[in-house]
């Protein structure tokens, strides 16, 4: 078990509305990272977050946002959900150093109808 | 762009077979190299890390090696059992994006191993 926990594990959401998807990083990791994967596909890339700043972003519209809070949590927050955001999503943690191993959570599976 | 490609899609052995899982990768500027195994429906553990001056890593039955020239790594697991059956992937981490964070996967591989 890594220590990194995201909440909610499963959610359901009509298009539309906005979801907030939480996670907590493994003790001593200042970074968070979050990943969207459709089914059958490898993790993409959405965001990072170091002292409560986006610090890099993949190829995701400006609908995709988050937070890190001064505990080193995050919040992953998508607005107007389209069908196509249906998938699990992924929180990472590792320290600051680019030598550092990431740890997943279980992640959250976003189901939107 | 740097892409991760991963060979074979899906795999089937029988129980006590040993095996090894390929990645590519098309751009050799990576910091390291990271194998995940994911259960289905659910996240990622982490199996073994690779920094790109390192050549191979071991963990039990399991050992992973690196040849960032050709842009490939190989998983070998040793005397597989049914509870290794879950999908593998590869992750590089790019040295131009290091402190992003970012990592770029493979698809995966989805192993079976039969009793």
């Known amino acids: 078990e890594t220590g990194v926990t995201q909440s909610p594990t499963h959610l359901i959401k009509t298009r539309g509305q906005q979801v907030t998807l939480r996670c907590s990083s493994q003790?001593?990791?200042?970074?968070v990272s979050w990943y969207q994967q459709a089914l059958g596909q490898g993790p993409q890339f959405i965001f990072q977050?170091?002292?409560?700043?986006?610090?890099g972003r993949g190829n995701f519209p400006p609908r995709f946002s988050g937070l890190q809070f001064p505990n080193y949590s995050s919040e992953l927050n998508v607005n107007a959900l389209e069908l196509d955001d249906s998938a699990l999503y992924l929180c990472?943690?590792?320290?600051?150093?680019?030598?550092?191993?990431?740890?997943f959570g279980q992640g959250t599976r976003l189901t939107v109808v | 762009k740097q892409e991760v490609t991963q060979i074979p899609a899906a795999l089937s052995v029988p129980e006590g077979e040993n095996l090894v899982l390929n990645c590519s990768f098309t751009d050799s500027a990576i910091y390291n190299l990271q194998w995940f195994r994911q259960d289905p429906g659910k996240g990622l553990t982490s199996l073994l890390l690779i920094q790109s001056s390192q050549r191979e890593q071991t963990s039990g039955r399991l050992n992973a090696s690196l040849d960032k020239s050709s842009g490939r790594s190989t998983l070998y697991i040793a005397a597989s059992q049914p509870g290794d059956s879950a999908t593998y992937l590869c992750a590089v981490r790019p040295a131009i994006q290091s402190n992003t964070g970012k990592l770029i996967f493979g698809q995966g591989t989805t192993l079976q191993v039969k009793p």
């Open positions: 003790s001593g990791h200042n970074t």
């Open positions: 977050y170091y002292r409560e700043e986006e610090n």
């Open positions: 990472a943690s590792s320290r600051r150093d680019r030598e550092t191993e990431a740890f």
